[in-house]
Every structure is written in structure tokens, then in C-alpha cells.
């Protein structure tokens, strides 16, 4: 834990918070925290900044806290992700999150598996669960958006164009005759297939959209491999 993630109902003053359970049993256990221990600290989609702990033990911890600081700006990116099985989901939030990708679009597609959709990992809150870790671990602050659409052919139809209409729009491709670009400045929307990839005709539809496809070279890679590899090219970190 980088950074101890703080939420509103945390607070019991204006400047001093109360946290319990997983975040707490970290301090006590791991920082081997006591009072007066300085600790990074932020408050979930606001600021962050540090925290003196007035009182701990293996149950509670109670922190003043001084929040002025600004969370790291965002790559301009939107990623569009054809839903992995759950436990790559999990690992790919996660890893999305640390990179600070704030939008987020779970789509269907024809090599997705219709049980994945039945998944708990699709609730809101098992998804939050990685989230907030994500957002531990790059000390960032704010929560990305996650949208869900089931349907392939409405979303790419009705939804997509107004989703794209100012930014550069990619799609990974192992059979493309581009190379992802590189340290870009412009928004960007990314759309990333399922293990195989996209077939023939769902590439179709991204390209009528003004979708262009790129790869990453001659290396087929896994899907959680690749993203933050298109990313890191994407956008110079």
C-alpha cells in the first residue's frame, strides 16, 4: 500500500479519520505504524496528501490528515475491452487503474464467452475492489468509469461514433500493417480483443468507425500482457 486510500464516511472531523478492516490491518501489520508515523494518504476522486497517525492498534487506526495535493493527470485514453474471462478482468482493472486509464468500456464479441457476462466480478463492487488497490499502488486518487455493453453489433452502431468523434481511434491487431505509435499527446480511444482477438468481421465494423488497426511486432501476446504495453507506447510514461 503506497498510499492509504481514504473515503468519506472515514472521516470523523474535518481533518481526522477513522479506518477499519483491510487498509487498517495493513498499517498496523506491515508499516509497523505508531503514532506520530507520517503516511501518504488521499481521499477517493479528490486530493491527496499526508497523514500524522494520533492513535493505532490492530483494529483501527486514527490519522490527521492535511489533503493539498493534486492526483496525477490521466493519459487521454479510453479503453474499449472485449470482456476477459474474471480473473484476467480483475488483474486488468488493476493494472488499467494504475496507469490511470479513467474510461473503461467492457463490450461482447464473438470469441467472448456468454458465462463471463454472469460473472460476479461484473458487480460494481468486486470491480471497486481492484480498483481501489489500483489506486493504492499508483497513489492516484481517482476512480476510472467502467461502462458494460453485451451487445456487439448496437454498441459499434449507436454507440461508438459518439464516443469518438474528437480522437484518434486504434485497434489492436496482430495481423495489422501499422506499429502502435508512439508518445502521443492527442486523445486516443483503444480497442482491444479477447484471447484470438477480434474476428474478420467485428475488425470491419471498428474500421467503418474509423478505427485503424496497429500491432505490437512479431510476439502474439496475452491480453493482459499487451495492454499496458499499448499504453506505455501510447503515452510516454
Not at 496497429?214 to 499487451?226: D, K, Y
Amino acid at each position: 500500500m503506497n498510499m492509504v486510500l481514504l473515503f468519506d464516511q472515514d472521516f470523523y472531523a474535518d481533518n481526522k479519520v477513522s479506518i477499519v478492516g483491510r487498509r487498517a490491518e495493513h498499517i498496523y501489520n506491515i508499516h509497523a505504524a505508531k503514532p506520530g508515523t507520517q503516511l501518504q494518504v488521499g481521499l477517493l476522486n479528490g486530493k491527496k496528501g499526508t497523514g500524522e497517525i494520533i492513535s493505532i492498534d490492530a483494529s483501527s487506526v486514527k490519522i490527521e490528515v492535511a489533503l493539498n495535493t493534486l492526483p496525477p493527470s490521466p493519459p487521454p485514453l479510453t479503453i474499449i475491452l472485449a470482456l476477459p474471462r474474471p480473473k484476467m478482468l480483475r488483474r486488468i482493472i488493476f493494472t488499467l487503474t494504475t496507469l490511470g486509464v479513467k474510461k473503461i468500456i467492457l463490450i461482447n464479441s464473438y470469441r467472448v464467452e456468454k458465462s463471463y457476462w454472469q460473472s460476479p466480478s461484473l458487480d460494481l463492487k468486486n470491480l471497486n475492489n481492484f480498483i481501489h488497490l489500483g489506486l493504492e499502488q499508483a497513489k492516484d486518487t481517482i476512480s476510472p468509469t467502467i461502462e458494460q455493453h453485451y451487445r456487439f453489433k448496437p454498441f459499434v452502431e449507436d454507440t461508438l461514433p459518439g464516443l469518438t468523434r474528437s480522437t484518434l481511434n486504434l485497434i489492436a491487431h496482430p495481423n495489422a500493417k501499422e506499429t502502435c505509435p508512439n508518445n502521443l499527446t492527442k486523445s486516443v480511444t483503444l480497442a482491444v480483443g479477447p484471447e484470438g482477438g477480434f474476428i474478420d468481421y467485428e475488425i470491419g465494423k471498428f474500421e467503418e468507425s474509423g478505427f485503424a488497426p496497429i500491432h505490437l511486432g512479431p510476439r502474439i501476446l496475452t491480453v493482459e500482457t499487451a495492454i499496458p504495453v499499448l499504453v506505455s507506447k501510447l503515452f510516454q510514461f
